[in-house]
Nanobody, 128 residues
């Protein structure tokens, strides 16, 4: 059974930093592209960032977070992280990690409907 478990959410002041982590189990992690999505109250779930199986700079970001957020992965530890810097109140949302085989090799934005597995999310609240 596949499990994706996010951690690291919390309350942070605008301009601050937060690091989210996602631990994966029950799947061959190195074969899946990994993504972060977020969902703010009353809004649809939206793409934040993706990383291919190769990791490193093989990433893609939503325009709203480009230059502030960094996605990374550790295939040896089956983890994916999202470093959030210079956060803004509009970053307030529940953040979800997701795994998808279709995201394995392509640097791209992905739709939520295309993900194979989801975590339950972690809440990030940015105060102004």
């Amino acid at each position: 059974q596949v499990h994706l478990v996010e951690s690291g959410g919390g309350l942070v002041q605008a301009g601050g930093s937060l690091r989210l982590s996602c631990a994966a189990s029950g799947l061959t992690f190195s074969r899946y592209g990994m993504c972060w999505f977020r969902q703010a109250p009353g809004k649809e779930r939206e793409f934040v960032a993706s990383i291919t199986v190769w990791g490193g700079s093989s990433t893609y970001y939503a325009d709203s977070v480009k230059g502030r957020f960094t996605i990374s992965r550790d295939n040896a530890k089956n983890t994916v992280s999202l470093q959030m810097n210079n956060v803004k109140p509009e970053d307030t949302a529940v953040y979800y990690c997701a795994a998808a085989t279709r995201a394995a090799y392509g640097r791209s934005r992905y739709e939520a409907s295309g993900m194979d597995y989801w975590g339950k999310g972690t809440l990030v609240t940015v105060s102004s």
